[in-house]
């Protein structure tokens, strides 16, 4: 049962336009976000996080937006770089009981130039 | 720092064959955790601990065995290898009451059972 997912394997889109990458929950008991960027033959990095008690997270040239009554969140980049094709996993940090991170599939992003 | 590195990068097992991955961090942080990624699953957590001598089971447990005896070291090991241990394997620290915003994966090992 998945419990964070990512509905879109993959997402294209021109330098210099908006990506957008989105993600589901299933459990309202989540009380935090995270987005993770991966490139190949490296281990996931940290890219921005959100906690339940907000509905918006800015860094830069990404936002990170969440829809509780939906359990849906979503991560804003603008403008795409080249430099940003990379996996994006979306992680929920599970019930305060066992704080354990849950991930959903990945979606790869390709920015073109 | 060298941060988390991992070994071997890549490891070839037959099936019954037992191994073990590596990872240490020179970052002095307590908690250690292990996760396999498959295409389609995400990562998924197969064994943790909060600081030496203590580890717990993830998501994904079984047919994997862990050890904490040192804060730095945090090794994985397969007794007996299956195919469906195929995956690429990621070690993840970070301080035991920190933010999992400055939790450090490794490079990760990707591991293949014929």
């Known amino acids: 049962d998945q419990q964070v997912k990512q509905n879109s394997p993959s997402l294209s889109v021109q330098e210099g336009r908006i990506s957008i990458l989105n993600c589901d929950y299933t459990n309202s008991m989540f009380d935090y976000f995270l987005w993770y960027k991966k490139y190949p033959a490296e281990g996931p990095t940290f890219l921005i996080s959100?906690?339940?008690?907000?509905d918006k997270n800015e860094d830069g040239r990404f936002t990170v937006f969440l829809n509780k009554s939906a359990k849906h969140l979503s991560l804003h980049i603008v403008p795409s770089q080249p430099g940003d094709s990379a996996v994006y996993f979306c992680?929920?940090?599970?019930?305060?009981?066992?704080?354990?991170?849950?991930f959903g599939q990945g979606t790869t992003l390709q920015v073109k130039p | 720092n060298a941060g988390v590195t991992q070994t071997p990068k890549f490891q070839v097992l037959k099936t019954g064959q037992s191994m073990t991955l590596q990872c240490a961090q020179d970052?002095?942080?307590?908690?250690m955790s292990w996760y396999r990624q498959d295409p389609g699953m995400g990562l998924r957590l197969i064994h943790y601990?909060?600081?030496?001598?203590?580890?717990d089971q993830g998501e994904v447990p079984n047919g994997y065995n862990v050890s904490r005896s040192t804060t730095e070291d945090f090794p994985l090991r397969l007794l007996s290898a299956a195919p469906s241990q195929t995956s690429v394997y990621f070690c993840a620290s970070k301080t035991r009451a920190g933010s999992y915003n400055e939790q450090f994966f490794g490079p990760g090992t990707r591991l293949t059972v014929l």
């Open positions: 601990s909060v600081g030496a001598g203590i580890t």
């Open positions: 959100i906690s339940s008690i907000k």
């Open positions: 970052m002095n942080h307590e908690y």
């Open positions: 992680a929920a940090l599970g019930p305060s009981n066992t704080g354990k991170l849950i």
